[in-house]
């Protein structure tokens, strides 16, 4: 577990309880309790728990979900992040198709595959990616397959190898404006390089759709924000998710404000005029949102009768 230590830098604003717009109920359900009993039984690593995600009931009972590959230490050390970060163990070469057998006998619907940053690896683990991705369309050919990447250093040979294993979506995030990202993000994670991968991914011949996620309520302007709405669109991005930051622990960067959801309206309101396909905005909306996921898979279908 990474220490105090790297987290000794200038905190933000010192946030009050949590409104009553963040409470949510405890998840319960018939089809809930069926993905936790098999992803117990199969030792899936799921982000939806790790993460502690607020729509675990809304996604597990609508049948999607989130796993992280790689192992759970990540090479960076974002300070908006929960994740151990250190020297991680060496890639197992059976995850993939471990991974596609669980997501099988869960019977997704939809599934987004996920990692930790691997810097230590050649590729940054895209082929690794890659190999998931192949073994999910194989296994479960009627699971629709985000995948939620690293930036791979933006080195493009990497980005096209996860392109050309064909996800059906796949997504990068910003996670915040331009001005915050030094004190948010690690500093091998740039806004341009970001915004570059986006627009590298969506160039690419597979004709993939692109998603991104911004995190808000970090100290940034709404004409910052509006700004990043607008680059993410340069870039090609079809789907956009905003969501609240919130501190993990008290050694990460500080919530600066709680964003009341009229504003996250708003935020929905200005981000659909610039012609983004979907924008899902809420206090509790993640990367991975059961409404995103929902519409990406009603445009997966529309394909497949096309």
Known sequence: MATPDRFALPQLAESTRKPEWLKVRMPHGQEYERVKAIVRKTGLATVCEEARCPNIAECWGGGTATVMLMGEICTRACRFCHVKVGAPPPLDPEEPGNLALAVKALALEYIVVTSVNRDDRPDGGASHFAAAIRALR?????????????????VERDLATVAEARPHVVAHNIETVERLTPTV???RAGYRQSLRVLRTLKDRPEQLYTKSSIMVGLGETEDELVQTFRDLREAGVDVLTLGQY????????RVARFVPPADFDRYKQVAETMGFLYVASGPLVRSSYRAAEFFMKGLMEQGRHA
Do not use: A, M, N
């Open 246 to 253: 919130l501190q993990p622990s008290q050694y990460h960067l």
């Open 185 to 187: 993000r690690d500093r």
């Open 138 to 154: 194989r296994e479960s050919p009627r699971t629709t397959v985000e995948v939620l990447i690293p930036d791979f250093k933006g």
